[in-house]
């Protein structure tokens, strides 16, 4: 398996990946409105056998009461249903989570499952005093600072990309 940066040669088969991995096509259209508008950071796929079998994609958001820290959301993150729990979501997270902070992305929020997440250093963000814009429970929204102590004083609203809403 290897991690590489996205292409264009990868729209069909990122569309595929996040259409499979996901119950609807909401994902999956968020991915190629991000792609379109370049609203994206970071987005990688993971390739077995010359196959895209997962896809991880990292958005600007903003801090709205610190809008001059650097900050990344995660979504989508997804693995094709017969290549899942073989590690290439691990892959993808900790890949990707290092190209953000190559950029200087000082932290990255998720909507995510709580027991999957925290292994790459997420913490439920309330503990920052981070809230979503979005009706989540808050053990779900979390953060990663990349930057250690970047978060610190550091509260308020995180806001996702417009294209966002709905998903």
């Known amino acids: ?23 609807t096509s909401a994902e999956a259209n968020l991915v190629e409105n991000l ?9 990688l796929v993971a390739e077995f056998e010359g196959d895209v079998v997962g896809h991880i994609l ?20 997804a693995v094709l249903p017969d ?9 993808l997270v900790r890949q990707g989570l290092a190209g953000c902070k190559d950029l200087g992305c000082c932290a990255v929020v998720v909507v995510g499952h709580p027991g999957y997440y925290p292994r790459f250093g997420f913490t439920p963000a309330h503990r920052y ?19 250690k102590g970047a978060l610190n004083g550091a509260s308020g609203l995180v806001r996702y990309d417009e294209a966002f809403v709905g998903v």
């Open 1 to 23: 398996m290897r991690i590489r940066p996205e292409t264009e040669a990868d729209s069909a088969a990122v569309r595929a990946v996040n259409e499979a991995a996901f119950e």
């Open 35 to 43: 792609r379109r508008r370049a609203r994206y950071c970071v987005s």
């Open 58 to 77: 990292f958005s600007r958001v903003s801090l709205v009461e610190h809008a001059h820290l650097n900050m990344l959301g995660l979504a989508p993150m």
């Open 83 to 91: 290549h899942q729990r073989k590690g290439i979501g691990s892959a």
């Open 129 to 147: 005093g981070l809230r979503c814009e979005y009706d989540v429970p808050a053990d779900v929204f979390m953060v990663a600072e990349l930057e």
